[in-house]
């Protein structure tokens, strides 16, 4: 098959899933789809819950194992959508639908990569593609479940919008809950231990904190206060006052690290991490693949988004068409030629580092 009839297949593949409702822990039907793709081309492949995944023709367990990995769930659609988001809709060179850039563009280009070189002979690294579940919702069945069926992954390529440029760097996460505690009162009387008042102090707190370590990929370690939460009634000082913090962690930290600096130095009663599993991740920009894309013309940048990236271990590169920009945003778009250039840029990339 050619790249051009590669191409089309991918643009149909996709068209089909953005028709198809794939909120996350509910993509057993896009699962389908994916299957179908993969009898038509005679690929022998798995599917383990809602993740459909195979590895190349001429598997070769002395090598080793790159990952091509995307996924084909989707958040639910804001209420701002002035267009059906479950009709794929082409205008002006432009295809609409919600999933359709993120990271349904990714998925199918990287599928028909995969296909591609699927019956090659002799490659220098086996491929081994996932089309995974629950990364919207970093759910307990997404790719994350997925690394101890799939081979060994020593490096891999994620599939998210990045205008295919190559995001050699990525964020972590971590979620915090905080308590700042005072005492309960009646508005009525005086009260010097205001648990809202109280509150003041370590927002201004964590308004002004600086970690110390920048990256010189990733910049400085992201702290915002995204939530407060406090009282029940008009009459009665609170108890206590509920924060979430979102941090944003770059590869000078883990996030074991950044945990142990807030649960020390925070003026607050108690802080505590959500999960400290959504770790940053990176490639060293000497990495064979790294090299490729730039001597491609490729630029490299550090993303501040978070994708499945954080379950791995391995070097790993976030890499795919579309714009990040458009991900989650009402009447999500990607181009049809972002997806032709995609797929022509895997195919040139995987070229130079595979066979």
């Given amino acids: 098959m050619t790249q051009q009839e590669l191409t089309n297949d991918a643009i149909s593949l996709l068209k089909k899933l953005i028709e198809t409702q794939s909120f996350s822990s509910e993509e057993d039907q896009t699962a389908l789809h994916i299957e179908d793709w993969f009898k038509r081309n005679d690929i022998d492949y798995k599917r383990t819950q809602n993740n459909v995944w195979a590895v190349n023709k001429y598997f070769d367990a002395s090598k080793p194992n790159m990952l091509l990995n995307s996924h084909h769930d989707t958040v639910k659609p804001n209420s701002a959508y ?3 988001p479950l009709k794929a809709i082409v205008e002006d060179g432009k295809l609409y639908g919600l999933g359709s ?9 990287l599928i028909a990569t995969f296909t591609y070189f699927y019956n090659h002979k002799d490659l220098k690294y086996n491929l081994v593609l996932v089309a995974s579940a629950e990364e919207e919702s970093s759910g307990p069945n997404g790719l994350n479940s997925m690394l101890k069926i799939v081979p060994k992954i020593d490096v891999a390529i994620v599939g998210e919008p990045t205008l295919m440029n190559l995001a050699v760097a990525e964020k972590g996460l971590v979620v915090f809950d905080a308590v700042i505690e005072g005492t309960p009162s009646h508005a009525a009387h005086p009260n010097d231990n205001n648990a809202i008042y109280n509150t003041i102090e370590a927002l201004q707190w964590f308004k002004d904190l600086k970690f110390d370590k ?3 990929a990733l910049g400085d370690v992201k702290l ?4 407060v939460n406090a009282g029940k009634q008009h009459n009665v000082v609170p108890a206590h006052v509920d924060l979430v913090i979102d941090v944003r962690v770059n590869d000078a930290y883990s996030n074991a690290e950044i945990a142990e600096i807030l649960q020390k130095k925070a003026p607050v009663t108690s802080i505590t991490p959500r999960s400290l599993h959504l770790n940053s991740s990176s490639i060293p920009v000497d990495h064979e693949l790294i090299k ?7 630029t490299t940048y550090g993303s501040p988004t978070l994708s499945d990236q954080a379950w791995l271990s391995c070097p790993s590169l976030k890499l795919g068409p579309g714009d990040s920009t458009r991900s989650h945003s009402a009447d999500e778009f990607i181009y049809l030629r972002e997806i032709e250039e995609g797929i022509q840029i895997y195919i040139e990339l995987l070229g130079r580092v595979i066979v």
């Fill in 101 to 109: 850039n993120d990271a349904g563009g990714c998925l199918v280009s």
């Fill in 224 to 227: 915002t206060v995204t939530q």
């Fill in 214 to 216: 920048s990256s010189e």
């Fill in 82 to 84: 002035t267009k059906d």
């Fill in 292 to 298: 490729a894309g730039v001597a491609m013309g490729r």
